[in-house]
């Protein structure tokens, strides 16, 4: 039986709160919340279960990926604005850009400007960046 991944459930209602909520949310709410999901993933064969996610329902793989994708950015993101070096380690810069295959402009979404064009040639390092709207360098 294909049971939901993520169908622990937590003191607070963590999805119902709005994006300004869950940013304000403190830091003891913050740490409940990953421990569940770290708890959630640490489940045998995670990536085959079902998580439902607000959008609907999709695979643990797909969803590890999403996730990873995201911290690969939002790395690239906190080098960026404190001034530090961006380059990431190759193998998740070469593995994030395929996430967002056939998703097209992702600006829409909210946390993503109009993908920036590239040279053909261009490196994952390079082409990571441009597909979220950012500018490496």
Known sequence: MNRPL??????FEFEQLTARERLACPAGTRAAAAAAARQA???PGATGLTV???FGDVSGRYCLDQLTTDL???TWDLAQGIGKDTRLPGDLVDFAPDRFA???DLSGSGPFDPPLPVPEDASAQTRLPALTGRRDG
Not at 6 to 11: A, K, M
């Open 6 to 11: 993520f169908d622990r459930t937590l003191e």
């Open 41 to 43: 993933w640490e489940v």
């Open 52 to 54: 439902h996610l607000s």
């Open 72 to 74: 690969v950015v939002h």
């Open 102 to 104: 056939g998703c097209g």
